[in-house]
Nanobody, 126 residues
Framework: VQLQASGGGLVQAGGSLRLSCAASGGTSSTYTKAWFRQAPGKEREFVAAIRGSASAVYYADSVRGRFTISRDNAKNTVYLRMNSLKPEDTAVYYC????????????????????WGQGTQVTVSS
């Protein structure tokens, strides 16, 4: 499975962006998909995850209520809609996928995911 993230850019605080992650190869429409981010000098952190059937979604506390993860399995694409962006949201955003399902205790860990995209830069100016 290959993942290609896009949609990053420069936006002012309070603005919005939508990230996309297109998958190719494999049966990724059934895979759990997630977004992570990594800011300069910081560890990678979990942002959001969505079950293959889109029947369940999960968010990090820092983005809940502002970000929305969704997926279109017909297009093999997962999205991250980011509203009310803050300077602290500045990071490289990565999409990830796993065939292992969505286990609540495991999904925030990067090691749970088998496939990773190349990352897209999001910069929020104050």
């Amino acid at each position: 499975v290959q993942l290609q993230a896009s949609g990053g850019g420069l936006v002012q605080a309070g603005g919005s962006l939508r990230l996309s992650c297109a998958a190719s190869g494999g049966t990724s429409s059934t895979y759990t998909k997630a977004w992570f981010r990594q800011a300069p000098g910081k560890e990678r952190e979990f942002v959001a995850a969505i079950r293959g059937s889109a029947s369940a979604v999960y968010y990090a506390d820092s983005v809940r209520g502002r970000f929305t993860i969704s997926r279109d399995n017909a297009k093999n694409t997962v999205y991250l809609r980011m509203n009310s962006l803050k300077p602290e949201d500045t990071a490289v955003y990565y999409c990830a996928a796993t065939s292992r399902g969505l286990i609540i205790s495991s999904m925030p860990a990067g090691t749970w995911y088998e496939y990773w995209g190349q990352g897209t830069q999001v910069t929020v100016s104050s």
